[in-house]
C-alpha cells in the first residue's frame, strides 16, 4: 500500500485504488496532453477522470501495480496534491482570454506556479490569482493571493476553505506586477518567521493580526 503523495499518489475511498493528477501548470492544458491523459486513463482502467478544485486533471481508480507505467506512459511531472508544500496556484484567464479581465492573471499564475509549486512550507499554501474583482479564482479563501483592478494588483493573504474558512485580509493595493510578485515572497518570509508547528497562513495571521505583516512589509498601518 502507498502511502498519500508517495508516487503522486492519493489512496481512494475503496482503499485500493488510487489516483494520480499530472501538474498542468494554471490548468492550461493542450490537445496532446489531454489525448495522452484519456489514453492513459482507458489503458489502464481508470474508474474515472476529475476535474478537481485545483484545476487538475485527476485519473482516478488506478490500481498499485500500474502506477508507475501510469507515470511512464504520461511522461508528465507529479502534482503536488498532499504534504506541507504550495499545493496550487489557481488563475482565472485573465486579460489573455477574458473580456472583463483588468490585469494578466495567467501570465502572473504561471510565474508563480514555476516558482513555488511543491516547494516546501510549515503548513499546506495555495496561491490564487484573479484578473478583476470578481475573483473566478477565489482568491478570498487563497492563502496569497492576488487580484487585477484598472490601478494594478490587489495582495490579499491568509484566506482558506476548510473546516476553519478564513477569508484573506487585504494587504496592498495599486501594485504593479513586479511589487506584487516581490511583496508575496516577503509574505512568505513573514509566514516562516512567525508559524508555529504546521499552522497554516490563515492561522498565524488570525493570531498575529494584519498590522505585523504590514509592519514587516513596510506598509503603512
Ligand atoms: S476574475 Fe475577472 S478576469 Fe478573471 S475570469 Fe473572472 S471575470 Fe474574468
Known amino acids: 500500500m502507498l502511502n498519500d503523495g508517495e508516487k503522486g499518489v492519493v489512496i481512494q475511498r475503496d ?16 490537445p496532446d496532453q489531454l489525448r495522452t491523459i484519456a489514453a492513459v486513463a482507458e489503458k489502464y482502467h481508470a474508474q474515472a477522470l476529475k476535474i478537481t478544485s485545483a484545476e487538475r486533471i485527476a485519473i482516478v ?3 498499485e501495480q500500474d502506477i508507475d507505467a501510469v507515470w511512464n506512459d504520461l511522461g508528465m511531472s507529479q502534482a503536488h496534491m498532499v504534504g506541507m508544500c504550495v499545493r496550487s496556484v489557481k488563475v482565472c484567464p485573465g486579460t489573455t ?3 472583463r479581465a483588468q490585469q494578466d492573471s495567467l501570465a502572473v499564475g504561471m510565474l508563480w506556479d514555476e516558482k ?14 484573479s484578473g478583476c474583482p470578481n475573483q473566478c479564482a477565489e482568491t478570498c479563501i487563497k492563502d496569497i493571493g492576488l487580484v487585477g483592478t484598472a490601478k494594478g494588483w490587489r495582495l ?12 484573506a485580509e487585504l494587504v496592498a493595493d495599486g501594485l504593479s506586477t513586479e511589487e506584487a510578485i516581490a511583496m508575496a515572497d ?7 518567521s512567525h508559524v ?3 499552522e497554516r497562513l490563515s492561522k498565524v495571521l488570525g ?9 514587516f512589509l513596510g506598509l503603512p498601518i
Open 15 to 30: 482503499k485500493q485504488t488510487y489516483a494520480v493528477a499530472p501538474h498542468l501548470p494554471c490548468g492550461v492544458v493542450t
Open 61 to 63: 481508480g488506478i490500481q
Open 97 to 99: 482570454f477574458c473580456k
Open 116 to 129: 513555488y509549486h511543491g516547494l516546501s512550507t510549515p503548513g499546506k499554501l495555495k496561491f490564487g490569482v
Open 156 to 167: 490579499y493573504a491568509g484566506g482558506c476553505g476548510g473546516t476553519m474558512p478564513r477569508l
Open 186 to 192: 516577503r509574505v512568505i518570509e513573514w509566514y516562516k
Open 196 to 198: 508555529k508547528a504546521k
Open 207 to 215: 493570531r498575529e493580526g494584519l498590522d505585523s505583516l504590514k509592519q
